[in-house]
């Protein structure tokens, strides 16, 4: 079998976890089958480096940034490959350019657009193994960057490329959880979900993988594998080639520090909406759960959330448009989060919706939006609640029994 | 015209020394003039690089070390290429492979084979200014590193494949002296000196240019300035085209650390010369001074300096040519200094060397062994009289005194 393995900045963020980041590969190997590595910078690397850039620009050239930037992982790719010939094992470092992973033209959050596997399958041929630095590609000559999440989705842009049969993504957690373990006790390691899941859960801040790398599995079939570099419990498997139903509820995931803002008694014209979120947009603001009233007596209200760091800036944007929205007032409000359920059997169960804001009725929390997707439920509460809430809805769904929550 | 401007380690040390270097490239842009950049690694990172690399594997994979170590010029690359943006300079950083630095097939010491200047003329003639990375090159794919004086020897390449009309060398000195300034205070810096004269006391120790960047210079007729990054005195301008009679001696050098090796009473066979060096040398031991005895009674001592830190090494690999040599005792001596007077005058001036025996004598230094080039003088003496030595030797010469010594 082909591995491709990835192993992020703490994985790999001494010299001391290098060496047992080559044990790990020595011993797939050992067990006879064929293995690439994608590696992050180590530890705080990027950081010192982004120190380093604005110490001489505000602004940093973007193009220079990239160049400066993917030296982080290159230190590290050739560390791990030292590592692995001295455990006799043949390897080699390449880089962006060096793995033929051509990407857009564009810096700080280039696309892979192809990857030119020979020079990667000419080592493997040979038995060796590719230590591939994430995050980096090339685009003509210039070297470019993914931007964030880059390392896991050159994984699996490479996996798909080399039709890999494990994409295996190793972390500072042991799996997917049906809930923060740190927040709600009872949350359970799932052993495998599909890629809707997966990819509901990474948007919704379950901070394990990012959702460009779920998009591009999703997309290829790539299997992932979600688990620990520190010790060798099984992890989770994402994949749709699973064979069962599908669960109603999956996990709850949960977003902290979000910020509502809502323009009030707008003259309803239709072209509000483009206006207020097309310029948030070009002024790179997201803007998550978006409700719009019913029209009362031709206005109606639209309210929206915005990460708690964007908010300034939102509101700035709001205000500006004033002549063109025409809004009575804007109110904000800080210290909100987001909880939300998320499962691929929600679809075909109606009231799942229900018996999720019931639970949080029952636990004294106040929905104060709400957002829907086919797998996806979310609830916009109070920041102070968050704890009770996930707890209550984990309960709700009796994510923590084994099986239970499976065809329920 | 057109620089080349080469920076080292710690020219480019810290964030305000490479503002610094993007003043002074400014400068020269405003002046009207082209120009292109070679920079080191920034202080003590090489330094760090090894010691990652020495912490994974004792004898680290050398085209994983030629990886690793070629990270750290990229990072001044990009920086020095964003301070020279900020400042309204069109600037690009450019890796050895970016700026199709061409080498030989090996690691650790490449040469430059041939450099194909295309993309550095695409953006000169942009009036850009190009910020190449020193030390390193490409290797098909791979990445090579040039080793010991590679930043100097990249710029002189670059300045030769781009025909430029100077390659400044910035460094932190202020230019070539008649003696070390540190130990004979008379000094005084040369205006211009030939490539040879250079070459002598580049190899002899003066640490102000790689012998190997004043070989490719001479061989291309680049034009060198040895000048100071910390201030804007005027440098030395090392060149053969200059418009003046040779002088007869134009410095002072002096190596430490010097140990002596002899074999004592080898038969005296043709043979035993080649067995010997050819040993040491296949082994890496740089010899330098060599003496052979006259023969007496079919025999012959043959004695050479190493540098005292090879010492051990070298009289191991003697001791194992026991049965080849035949000598009867192997002396050894450490705590030895050699010093040097350079000219490229000297070859037509008889007595140069017996003017310097004399200032030696008079100061009570005993000669132990003597080399002699067509443009070099050198003596092996006892370190604790260097100073004496030199200063002696200095004033024979008047080389602290203006113009005196040209055509002495």
Redesign the interface.
Known sequence: MLFVKKFGGTSVGT?ER??AVADRVLKTVRAGHACAVVVSAMGHTTDE?VR??E???SQ??R???D??L??GE??T???L???L??RGVVA??F?G??AGIKTEATHGSARIEEIETA?LRALLDRGGVPVIAGFQGIAG?A?TTLGRGGSDTTAVSVAAALRADYCEIYTDVTGVYTADPRRVRSARKLEHLRYDEMLELANLGSQVLHPRAVETAKRHGIRLVVRSSFDETEGTVVGDMLMEGARVVTGVACEKEVARIALVGMPKSGKQLADVFGALASEHVNVDVIVQSIVRQGEVDVSFTVAESELTHALAICSSLAEKTRHHSIVQERGLSKISIVGAGMISNPGVAARMFEALERAGVDVLMVSTSEIKVSCVIAQDYLDAAMRAVHDAFHLGEEGVHAHS
């Open positions: 010299t290098i060496n480096l380093l850039a110490a001489i620009s940093p050239n193009r220079e940034m160049a400066l993917a030296t290159q230190v790719t050739a560390l490959a030292m590592a010939h001295e080699e470092s880089t350019w060096q020079p000559t070297i």
